[in-house]
């Protein structure tokens, strides 16, 4: 495609230069907002071109370190580039690079780990500081300078308002029939001017097609050529389709109960192989009609919409494998009718998570038996990758789900402990928790029979035993039987852990 | 007052009977759902006659208890009567009665603590069984049968709308003139028939003032004349009025960065001594046509109302001293105008409070150096009272504060401490933290910036060397730098002050 078939507006043509040009613009110490979303519409090529120029001033003994700011991960063309030479001082408000974490739990990368439906209304109140930069992955520019969104939309709306300067990156590798996916909502405001969100079903359009930005804000666009992250998918392993399998069975008898109409809730559904094997289960499923309110649109829900058994998708980013992306290009048509992608102010809401009803899916590393979840830190110390949304969906959804195998590293581990070594989700969020092993009910149930049913539905046979001597103890204990614990006790498993290699 | 002037409706004069005959309907084994909220507006004899029932049942050898489901916390004569005569088998969603606490924590009866934004919703979808019954104090009942809610609102329209059967207390104690005080939203329903809530301005109408419920329902009216708990305040101590102090300096400030207007944003306040200092401390302070969304309405906010600070309210209860609950009395015209009481679903409702922008102020337990917050649990296993409705404003507000003195116990114990022993809210959810000894604001930081920002403002000097060693040694240990923790020592304060009384 031809730089005047992206870039229709002739003002921003004259602004065209190359990555390592506009690199130069962002000076050392910015606040710099980017575009990206679980590895979707980031910039590819600004990043590693800053990263190079870093590299250069760190040679002259100059400190030259930025502070990003983002939608959620990114690739290893953003956060990998720029963690590799230490060129990030602060880090929001979630990430899942190998070697920014590595920097994180190193003391290198300060990591701010944030709700996503909070990041707007926070940067907008100047929670923050000030956002000097944004850097922004378009698909193109209309001939009067609207800007058309790219594979996710994130934050993108939020920086391109709050930054002084924007840079764009028009990925000419990205569809151009992405054109009229997107709903851009303009009409959030701070207090105590916010208005009712006019939405009540996941497909509903109430913006824009368009990021609005003022040209004269725009400093720089660098065109690209170059895929998403697009990282492939394991096949459903035995533990994920067990874990899908208890779940269907679940909302079967849910619906059966009447607690759940028959095309079920909007699904939200999170990142990963467990969640893609339940999307599978529910494409094989009894249920019809779905439809979806979510962040991301993984393979499993590509397909899903592909056979028809879930009608319409929100999400704000897309998350999918080379071969699940090829299908959405060729057949983008057919997907703009049936997904609409938002800013994750919108897509994240609790107004109108709790207004739709979403059925809340989540991974996590690890429950406690009273229901307590973990999602981001191991050992209570190191941060795995961040709460992303789920904080956004398990409070504010009708039903709250979260998933994982029971145990991790070859079986030394058990995801059942006796306290978390990290809050993330605490016993008033937590409904269902789910392993291979079984699913755990909890709804209607206090602390005691939460154990109890959680021990000998969701634990690894192995572990139980010593689990059930854990509550039994500390039932026996007498230090309080509303949450029994034996505090020298509680974090032992994870100590253990550490000592010797084995909970 | 006449029983005629209060139960104007013939129809239901007729199912006049004593507490005594009324108490009699209840069987054992029942889900019952009663009216009350921080101690307002609760049954006064009904309960009580019920507790004798009950005791007399056990004379017999038969095994008699029931579920009582209520707004939040009521008093004596309900939850106190019932937990002696060991009547209650579960109990939600919040309590602060000490009999009830003794019984909780001694294991002899179930709790669920609950956000109470979420009650009126589960037990409409099921998750807590069938609610049999409701028993509902009002202030009377209208010509065509319309009651008229009482001092509180708390669940009562779900409990009505939800039970097969339904009792009422008539209580000629409560000021007639709240008739017309209150909003009984009408319009929400289960997904996937939501719609929007349309409330822009904490003192908007639009429901009905009565609460609704079918005369065929209603199988007993109990005549009373009793006030409600209406407990004393403490005039406010040095560290009320310190924490106060701080945190109005600190809205100044943010008036000054323009982060806040004027006029502030609406307020929500805890129940207690601290939330009347702040209440005193801002009825004395710069900020005029101020507004409250919030749970419950306290002596200082009705303080707030007459001196003309505070321009409306809205709440779902009042809590009042005997001083107070007679100026209310002697003045309703006056706070009519002023004060709106809704059903908890709209007052916690997590769209309406992110969408006012709603500054939330609420009491704690402890906190740990990275602003995790527990509001329960003592040492881990002994519930205090329950979360209510603090997780509803701190997740969905515009800004969160926790505040508490600094030490507890005669200063034994410290309330800040390595790890909290029990989580309510996380770090995501805790924006400021205040004791007596200053105010953190812990917008935009990461973890180990939060502990250091914690422990030099908010902690006891005492306590401070201790802290600052933990953390430093938790740095050194090199187990994770994101939130540096040592598993073998972070929950040792309490496992110190349980063995040898101090921290």
Not at 64 to 72: D, E, L, Q
Not at 177 to 205: F, N, Q, S, V, W
Not at 442 to 468: K, S, Y
Request: hydrophobic letters at 40%.
């Amino acid at each position: 495609m031809s730089t005047e078939s992206r870039i229709r507006c002739p003002k921003l043509r004259q602004r065209i230069m190359s990555a390592r040009d506009a690199a130069a613009l962002i000076p050392s110490g910015v606040n710099v907002g980017m575009s990206g979303f679980t590895g979707a519409g980031y910039p590819k090529a600004v990043p590693g071109a800053l990263a190079e120029h870093i590299r250069a001033a760190q040679a002259r003994d100059e400190n030259f370190r930025i502070s990003v700011w983002t939608g959620a991960s990114t690739a290893p063309e953003l956060d990998g580039a720029l963690a590799e030479v230490n060129g990030i001082q602060m880090r929001l408000p979630y990430q899942s690079d190998p070697l920014c974490r590595q920097k994180i739990n190193d003391g290198h990368m300060e990591y701010m780990d944030i709700h996503l439906s909070h990041v707007a209304q926070h940067a907008w109140s100047g929670f923050y500081g000030k956002l000097d930069i944004a850097v922004i992955e378009v698909v193109g520019v209309t001939e009067d300078g609207r800007l058309i969104p790219s594979s996710s939309v994130g934050n993108n709306k939020t920086w391109i308002d709050q930054a002084d300067k924007v840079i764009l990156e028009v990925n000419h590798g990205q569809s151009a029939g992405l054109e009229g996916m997107h709903d851009i909502y303009y009409g959030t405001a701070l207090p105590p001017r916010r208005k009712p969100i006019p939405l009540t079903r996941p497909e509903e359009r109430f913006g824009e097609k368009y990021l609005i930005c003022p040209p004269e804000k725009i400093i720089a666009v660098v065109e690209t050529n170059a895929p998403d992250r697009n990282s492939r998918f394991s096949p459903p392993d035995e533990n994920s389709q067990r874990i899908a399998n208890h779940l269907l069975d679940f909302f079967s008898r849910e619906v059966e109960a009447k607690r759940l109409p028959p095309e079920l809730l909007p699904l939200q559904s999170g990142v990963g192989n467990i969640a893609n094997a339940v999307m599978a289960g529910l494409n094989e499923g009894p249920f019809n009609n779905m439809t979806a309110f979510t962040e991301v649109l993984q393979d499993g829900m590509l397909a899903m919409l592909k056979s028809g058994k879930l009608a319409k998708a929100s999400a704000t980013a897309f998350s999918l494998s080379p071969e699940a992306n090829e299908e959405l290009a060729n057949n983008i048509d057919f997907y703009r009718d049936r997904i609409v992608l938002r800013s994750q102010e919108i897509s994240n809401h609790p107004e109108v998570i709790r207004r739709l009803g979403v059925i809340a899916l989540n991974g996590m590393i690890e429950a406690d038996i009273y229901g307590n979840v973990n999602s981001t830190h191991v050992m209570a110390s190191r941060i795995m990758n961040g709460i992303g949304g789920s904080g956004d969906f398990a409070r504010n959804g009708y039903l709250s789900v979260f998933m994982t195998p029971s145990t991790a590293k070859g079986g030394t581990i058990s995801t059942i402990v006796p306290m978390v070594s990290h809050v993330d989700h605490t016993e008033h969020d937590v409904q269902i928790v789910v392993t291979e092993q079984g699913l755990a009910d909890l709804r209607g149930l206090p602390p005691r029979q939460r154990a109890l049913n959680i021990i000998e539905n969701c634990a690894h046979p192995d572990f139980r035993p010593q689990l059930r001597d854990y509550f039994e103890r500390a039932c026996n204990s007498k230090r309080g039987m509303h949450t029994p614990h034996l505090l020298n006790e509680a974090l032992s498993w994870h100590h253990r852990y550490e000592a010797f290699g084995q909970m």
